[in-house]
């Protein structure tokens, strides 16, 4: 089976997911209601639950069980790790991990001009999300944290330290996007392949979060999913585009991840109830759809893509 490798890495993420509620039975009389633990946390700490990994960090200590959402978070990589070290590849390790190099093969001063076109483009769509929220009736304002001297470190934070995106790029562009591309599949095909996968990944957090139970089956179905499928398969041509742009470092991935998932609320400040439902998840994706538009019209199918 010429695809062999990324079906049992997908197969691993769905079995390295069902560990968690294993390890909440063992550990915590099988409760997943992390949103109650996060908020004790919160609560003792002072600190609010982001998705800030130096915050979840400090969280983790005083509430150890929010590591198993963090463990979930890297599942991906986990499950590409395992994935490798079961394989007889020459060199395997170093070129998994040589991804974490900024710019592999690319001089500093064409990857900081990628890098300064990644930021203002993705805090322009951010901007224009927040605009088309306004303008079609969304409740959304921003938050206090974008005034004043600390909004540029804050975006520097979303960008580089957002769990969702440091923990599980690794996986999803780290490997079983290059994996793919480099056995010959059309990297538009990829990226959209992988944000399918990486969409329906989520679909276990929904079930076992209270999503589904939240919002109905068929709205579900209908509403919610597709439109978090449209978002996760945008930022996956998007972050498909920038890595393949700069020689296949998972880095840009981040940023595209980091920044997109909008920890700070440049799109309109949301609670987690807000953002996990049909009209946050679609009003963000289409102006990244249209982003992603773009980048094809410059790039063709290939999206950047040289096989080294």
Known sequence: MKYRSFNIYYLLTFILLGLIPVLAMVFNDGSMDFDAIAARASKATGLAWTSNLLVVLRLIAYEPLLLLLLLGSLVPALAAILT?????????????????????????????????????????????????RKLTGGHYEWSENLFGWHLIPSILIIAFLDQGAILEELGWRGYATPELQDQGMNPLKVALAIGVCWGLWHVPRDVTTGVIERLGWLPYLLLYLPSFLLGTITVSIIASFYMNKLGGSVIPAIVVHGITNDAIGLSGAASIVEALTPYHQITRAIPFAIMAGILLVRSGSQLCYQKV
Do not use: D
């Open 84 to 132: 490798l070290a079961f394989s007889n590849r020459e060199r395997k390790w170093s070129n998994f991990f040589g991804r974490l190099h900024p710019a592999k093969g690319v001089n500093w001063r064409q990857s900081l001009g990628v890098y300064t076109e990644i930021f203002l483009l993705l805090l322009f769509g951010l901007l224009v999300t927040f605009g088309f």
